[in-house]
């Protein structure tokens, strides 16, 4: 058996593991890399054939973005995720199993909530004596998704968020740099945009919001509404103190004429949508302020708004920092580990014997 880097180290996308086997191989998600020339995981067209099951940590495009093309290029197999994981899907997989009912002979699955988004999940594998860790995107910081920290754990290999490498700021300074800048704007009664990830880091914000600024109302259009009331039914994901603050938050709809002092919750992170662009240009137009807080992509409309100066950039903490990564480590019996999810550190060997 041997683990097979396909892609996600020392770069960013296209996360992508293959456990290859004898019989049954699998892969640990299967990313796409957004606005690169070779944006797939490096797989043959015989290793894809041999791919019996895909094991989704989480729905975002840099884990799950190549599936369409994998099974273009020959796998017939089973993708296993959690049911919050498949809803989030756009395109769905043709045989799917949930996470609770995998079972298999030889191949036994641990797993725990990763703390990143709704239905994001950790793996733990053994096989054959053999063990294998992927954090998949990790955080236990965050303010609304829960998180079944990785303590006490031994494997023979731990590929490990480490997205944000040797910056060292952690999930305070991040978070609290956006917390006051949201308050001095309550202050001077500028109104604030905040195009965010259809799931994900939304929630954390909004109820970063509302924690600082209780008096500011917040506004949001339909696809933020629709998914916060989504991601409140599955309770399984939320930290149950975040479930009764964001239960008692109000938040009104965007209405399109009016746009009043206030905190606007755009679902949109890259701005392509006209109407997000609309509000947007509008809100600045009054000396609002736009708030980017993640992954700009190049050419979107987020990227353009920034290079006219018009939006500001700051990061609200979805992954692990390598000192958090360091720290994890440390608290878990690890042989070998791998850092992914960032440039910095270089892939050393493409493939590992276990
Ligand atoms: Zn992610
Ligand atoms: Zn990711």
Redesign the pocket.
């Known amino acids: 058996m041997r683990l097979v880097i396909a892609g996600g180290v020392g770069e960013s996308g296209r996360n992508c593991f293959l456990v290859e086997r004898e019989r049954d191989s699998f892969l640990v998600d299967c990313g796409r890399m957004t606005g690169k020339k070779h944006p797939y995981p490096d797989l043959t067209p015989e290793q894809i054939c041999r791919v019996r099951y895909v094991f989704l940590t989480?729905s975002?495009t840099?884990?799950t973005g190549a599936l369409p093309w994998l099974y273009e290029n020959g796998f017939s197999g089973e993708v296993i995720a959690s049911r919050q994981t498949f809803s989030q899907l756009k395109e769905k997989p043709q045989r799917q199993i949930m996470l609770e009912n995998f079972s298999h002979p030889d191949i036994r699955v641990e797993w725990g909530r990763s703390g990143?988004?709704a239905g994001s999940v950790w793996y733990r594998f053994e096989i054959a004596g053999k063990t294998l860790l992927f954090s998949g995107?990790y955080t236990e910081s965050g303010y609304v998704y829960q998180c079944d920290p990785i303590r006490r754990q031994k494997a023979h290999i731990a590929v490990l968020d480490s997205a944000y490498g040797s910056d060292e700021r952690d999930f305070e300074s991040t978070c609290g740099q956006i917390e006051e800048i949201l308050r001095i704007c309550a202050e001077e009664r500028r109104s604030v945009v905040l195009p965010v990830p259809q799931y994900g880091r939304g929630l954390d914000l909004c109820l970063a919001a509302s924690r600082v600024c209780p008096k500011t109302p917040i506004f949001a259009d339909e696809q933020f509404l629709v998914q916060k009331m989504i991601q409140q039914q599955n309770e399984q994901w939320i930290r149950p103190e975040a479930m009764r603050e964001l239960s008692r938050l109000r938040i009104q709809m965007i209405a399109d004429r009016m746009l009043p002092y206030g905190i606007y919750f755009l679902c949109d992170s890259q701005l392509y949508r006209r109407s997000s662009l609309n509000v947007v240009y509008r809100i600045v137009a009054r000396k609002g302020l736009v708030l980017l807080t993640g992954r700009v992509d190049a050419k979107s409309g987020s990227d353009q708004l920034l290079r006219e100066g018009k939006a500001r950039l700051y990061r609200w903490s979805v992954h692990c920092t390598d000192r958090e990564r360091e720290k994890i480590e440390g608290q878990n019996d690890f042989r070998c580990v791998i850092p992914y999810h960032t440039a910095e550190h270089p892939v050393i060997q493409k493939s590992l014997e276990l």
């Open positions: 989480h975002h840099d884990h990143h988004c995107d």
